[in-house]
């Protein structure tokens, strides 16, 4: 099991910050482990307060089901096979922002994101989780 150290948590924050900077959009990025735990945060100066709690939901939204957190709006939706799904887990985010995180063809934990659209925060998310996918895992 390769566990998320924190200088990687700290490379995937780095990758997101330059990510919104380019964008020019001041977003919270949280980190967080295979259980959901906070690994590392970054409130870039003028993030929004209220995005915070969206940020780290995202994240974990997405190390709970490892998958992106978008994905879970398709079971969450009326109509869904999962209707309602968004109420567990003392609450779900299920919009675009949280990926996980891969290192080696496993998930490591996961990247939240928010401040911006849902496509710039996305584009963060994806920014900062590509900064781990080319990590080799050790042996």
Do not use: H, W, Y
Request: net charge negative; hydrophobic share 50%; with cysteine.
């Amino acid at each position: 099991m390769t566990v998320l150290s924190l200088g990687e948590a700290e490379r995937t924050l780095a990758a997101g910050v330059a990510k919104a900077t380019e964008i020019s959009v001041p977003v919270n990025i949280a980190v967080l482990d295979t259980g959901a735990n906070l690994k590392a945060f970054v409130r870039m100066d003028g993030a929004l307060l209220g995005s915070i709690d969206v940020a780290m939901g995202k994240a974990r939204t997405s190390a709970l089901f490892q998958m992106n957190s978008e994905a879970l709006f398709e079971f969450c939706k009326p109509g869904g096979t999962s209707f309602g799904l968004e109420n567990s887990n003392g609450g779900l985010v299920v919009f675009a922002g949280g990926r996980p995180l891969v290192m080696g063809g496993e998930v490591v934990g996961a990247v939240g994101v928010s401040g911006g659209s849902v496509d710039q925060d996305d584009a963060i998310a994806q920014a900062a989780a590509a900064a781990l996918a080319t990590v080799a895992v050790a042996v």
